[in-house]
């Protein structure tokens, strides 16, 4: 049996061994590693205070600014398998979390956070990797357990490591972008709804064209397929349609380096599908998405002038001088 998210409830305690009954996997009863593939989901069961566990594996992992930092395995360097694939978004963590192992010789359970969407990753690290998350499914209000977890901070002294600012920057940028600039809320179920939604329009549109459809959405892998569907037809070459979403009225839309790479290449044809001013309605838990205005750029090659960078990576060149403070 897979890894189900829908069979988790977020903010709930659990065993390994619950989860192993949950999921019919004996082998996540037994697991002693942090992280645990399953198809494309990956377990990360996290213990924030690491205060007594040997320097090997006492990885720096923790809330902060409603963002998860994680540090992977000493031993794992970002071409590793597991670490590529949750880099590129092929496998989505499963975040479990709890602040100490043990109390008075007793195991603690992991608490339940919810899916991890990656943002950004510090590209100088390597055993370990150290990579910034968004925690989707964490919303306002929070209650405990988990409100303490995220408000937990590392001992004076065990310090958290030192995530550069560039990254956190990137990454709290594109946070802020699929939070606001296209209408994504805080609210993951906001944002599944709004995706669904679009992807669905998109979908019929090309078949009505005679096109047949293959969403390819989370079937990327490092560094190729970076769009949403696959439309083929025979005697006509293969459109790859990158889709997007939003509640606004879609003038301005956050991409990704590989969403550009892609649509610019020589090697394919490519349109953009955007669906505006999408509305929901509902309460938590039955919230629906309806109307929306399509809207479609064939060929579509973006253009320098159209793009505005909201960071850069900076490789410091050599011949600087170091400098000692009074």
């Keep these: 049996m897979a890894i189900d998210p829908k069979k988790l409830k977020i903010n709930t305690p659990y065993t390994r061994s619950e989860l192993g009954g949950i999921f019919g996997d004996e082998r996540i009863s037994g697991s002693r590693e942090g992280l645990y593939p399953d198809g494309d989901h990956v377990i990360f069961f996290v213990t924030l205070d690491k205060g007594n566990s040997n320097p090997s594996v006492s990885y720096e992992d923790y809330f902060s600014d409603g963002l998860f930092h994680w540090e992977s395995q000493s031993t794992q360097a970002p071409h590793h398998k597991n670490i590529r694939e949750i880099l590129s978004g092929e496998m989505q963590p499963l975040l479990f979390v709890r602040e100490v192992a043990k109390v008075r010789s007793q195991t603690q359970p992991f608490i339940y956070a919810g899916r991890l969407e990656y943002l950004e990753h510090d590209p100088a690290s390597s055993k370990p990797v150290k990579v910034i998350f968004d925690p989707i499914d964490v919303e306002e209000p929070i209650s405990d357990p988990l409100k303490s977890l995220i408000d937990w901070t590392p001992s004076a002294q065990r310090p958290a490591s030192k995530m550069p600012a560039s990254v956190r920057q990137a990454a709290k940028s ?8 296209q209408g994504f809320q805080a609210d993951a179920e906001h944002r599944k709804i709004i995706e669904a939604h679009a ?27 970076p769009f949403d569907l696959l439309c083929t037809k025979p005697g006509k070459q293969d459109r790859h349609v990158e889709v997007k979403g939003t509640t606004t009225p879609g003038a301005k839309l956050l991409l990704t380096r590989n969403e550009v790479l892609e649509a610019r290449s020589r090697d394919c044809i490519s349109d953009l599908f955007i669906v505006a001013e999408i509305e929901i309605s509902g309460v938590s838990g039955e919230k629906s998405a309806a109307g929306g205005k399509p809207r479609r750029l064939r060929n579509w090659r973006p253009q320098r002038e159209h793009l505005t960078a ?7 060149p050599e011949g600087w001088s170091d400098i000692t403070m009074d």
């Excluded at 594109?174 to 600039?181: I, M, T, Y």
């Excluded at 549109?205 to 490092?222: A, I, P």
């Excluded at 909201?310 to 410091?316: M, N, P």
């Design 174 to 181: 594109k946070q802020s972008e699929k939070r606001g600039g």
């Design 310 to 316: 909201l960071t850069y990576d900076y490789v410091v």
């Design 199 to 225: 992807m669905d329009i998109a979908a019929r549109f090309y078949r009505q064209k005679g096109y047949d459809v293959e969403d390819v959405s989370r079937k990327n892998t490092f560094g190729a397929n």
